[in-house]
């Protein structure tokens, strides 16, 4: 998700970027990682000027040509880390999420009765706060058979910084979240933090993935959640993603993205429900 921050931080004032360079950055990006800043200018030099100053490039010119030449990985995750945000709370969207408990969790719980395998994925998970959610709804429902079911959710970002907070599984808890949830699937920390329970935590597997890649995971998913994610993409790039998703769905199952997207009228899904598609 792009950073709406303010432009700028640190001790240095924004470097200036040639249209030229900003246009191949941007270029780069969006070719790359799908994210369009086409009218990101100001951003992309507020949040990138201040780390090449300091790992030493005397110009943007200098740093675009060495990332374009090299793609050198610790550059790009400079990159990812400084033009990704990862602005994401438990119960977002809590009508989606309930849509999700009251709906589709007892449709694909009965249909996996034989397995008792799940297949779900938070594609562009942020900091964790959304799989984890899923993981305590998953456990709500199955109770007492939790242990008798493989549940683990895949969670991925192309956000190394994002990836290690949401591993780390440490939070202040806003006030919508249960108070029995807060009891069962939380451990209170030091200064009003909470850790997520072990129990959640091993119910989730992390790992980077750029979602313009090939989706090739070992099975295919009864439910893939990617919410404010594609928002930044533009249609072109929105189409291809949600078709490799479609093809990643099992029959029957479902994609949910945000509130504040919409899939274009020649989808492969079917509409369900407000944000939640079906196979």
């Not at 395998?117 to 899923?134: D, K």
């Not at 058979?145 to 440490?170: C, F, K, M, V, Y």
Request: charged residues 25%; proline residues 6%; hydrophobic residues 35%.
């Amino acid at each position: 998700m792009i950073n709406q921050e303010k432009p700028g931080d640190g001790a240095f004032s924004p470097m200036t970027i040639s249209e030229a360079d900003f246009k191949r950055l941007a270029t780069f990006i969006q070719s790359n990682y799908g994210i369009d800043l086409s009218q990101k200018r100001q951003l992309i030099t507020g949040r990138l000027s201040t780390s090449i100053k300091q790992r030493g490039y005397k110009s943007f010119s200098d740093f675009v040509n060495h990332l374009l030449k090299t793609k050198d990985e610790t550059e790009v995750t400079l990159l990812l880390d400084k033009l990704t945000t990862n602005y994401t709370f438990f119960m977002r969207e809590k009508d989606h999420l309930d849509y999700f408990r009251n709906s589709i969790i007892p449709e694909i719980v009965r249909r996996h009765q034989r397995d008792k395998i799940l297949s779900i994925w938070s594609a562009g998970c942020s900091t964790g706060e959304e799989p984890y959610n899923i993981s305590m709804y998953l456990f709500d429902y199955l109770g007492s058979q939790a242990n008798q079911w493989d549940t683990r959710l895949l969670a991925t970002d192309i956000s190394n910084r994002a990836l290690t907070a949401a591993r780390r599984g440490i939070y202040e808890l806003p006030d919508t979240i249960p108070p029995e949830w807060r009891k069962k699937y939380f451990v209170p920390g030091p200064n009003g933090s909470f850790s997520v329970s072990p129990a959640i935590k091993n119910n989730v597997i992390f790992q980077p993935f750029n979602l313009m890649d090939p989706i090739r995971f070992r099975r295919k998913f009864d439910v893939i959640f990617c919410r404010n994610v594609m928002i930044y993409f533009d249609q072109p790039t929105k189409d291809a993603l949600v078709q490799r998703f479609y093809d990643a769905t099992v029959p029957g199952g479902y994609l949910l993205i945000s509130y504040s997207e919409n899939l274009s009228q020649n989808t492969p899904y079917r509409r369900l429900a407000p944000a939640t598609f079906q196979k």
